[in-house]
């Protein structure tokens, strides 16, 4: 079966610091891939929606500024949390789409978990 | 509007009964509902889908019910087993692949 994988798995951060997560697609090629974050004990809330060569489309409330998504290849999408602040701590889930199998096939990352101190 | 979750609520069976896991969804829009298992610290694991014409689905030990006319969908898991305890959400599926999950049920089965 489709493969995403998210690189780091854990990540403790300083507070102003920014730190990058990797999502990526394994065994193949994704022209969307989605960036979700889920508090503890709620349920997962999507982000932004990543597509390959343009810019990510954010949902409402999320600041773009902050958090910079940058998908550059079929199998490669990084979210970016910048000045990261203590509020910003959660669990960044990613997921992938593959095309042709119909536009609601997703598959999804294992999550990273991102301290901020 | 979206579903947005809170807190989550809980549900806890004994091993070898079914389980009913109940989801209201609020956007009459939508295509496609889908199931997710989430064991903790772990992404979300595809269990079953159904379309948006469609009322019933069976799987493998899972059903799902989908009861537009009041935007309830429930998912039932036959004779559940210990290693059916994890976070069940439901989510809605749009066009283009946007997801928007419900908000969620802990299970836990009492072996």
């Known amino acids: 079966g489709a493969v995403v994988s998210q690189h780091p798995s854990r990540v403790i951060c300083k507070s102003g610091t920014s730190v990058k997560i990797e999502c990526r697609s394994l065994d193949f090629q994704a022209t969307t891939m989605f960036w979700y974050r889920q508090f503890p004990k709620q349920s997962l809330m999507l982000m932004a929606t990543s597509n390959e060569g343009s810019k990510a489309t954010y949902e409402q409330g999320v600041e773009k500024d902050k958090f910079l998504i940058n998908h550059a290849s079929l199998t490669l999408s990084t979210l970016t949390v910048t000045s990261a602040h203590p509020e910003d701590s959660s669990f960044y889930i990613c997921?992938?789409?593959?095309?042709?199998?119909?536009?609601?096939?997703?598959?999804f990352g294992p999550g990273t978990r991102l301290t901020v101190t | 509007g979206e579903s947005v979750g809170l807190h989550l609520p809980t549900l806890s069976v004994q091993e070898g009964d079914n389980s009913i896991i109940n989801c209201a969804y609020s956007n009459s829009a939508s295509d496609y509902f889908i199931w997710y298992k989430q064991e903790s610290g772990k992404g979300p694991q595809f269990i079953i889908d159904i379309r948006s014409n469609m009322d019933k689905r069976q799987g493998q030990r899972v059903t799902v019910l989908l009861n537009k006319t009041v935007k309830h969908l429930s998912l039932q898991i036959a004779a559940t087993q210990p290693g059916d305890s994890a976070v069940y959400f439901c989510?809605?599926?749009?066009?283009?692949?946007?997801?928007?999950f419900g908000q969620g049920t802990e299970l836990s089965v009492k072996p």
């Open positions: 989510a809605e599926a749009f066009q283009g692949g946007k997801l928007i």
């Open positions: 997921s992938a789409s593959i095309p042709g199998l119909g536009s609601y096939e997703q598959y």
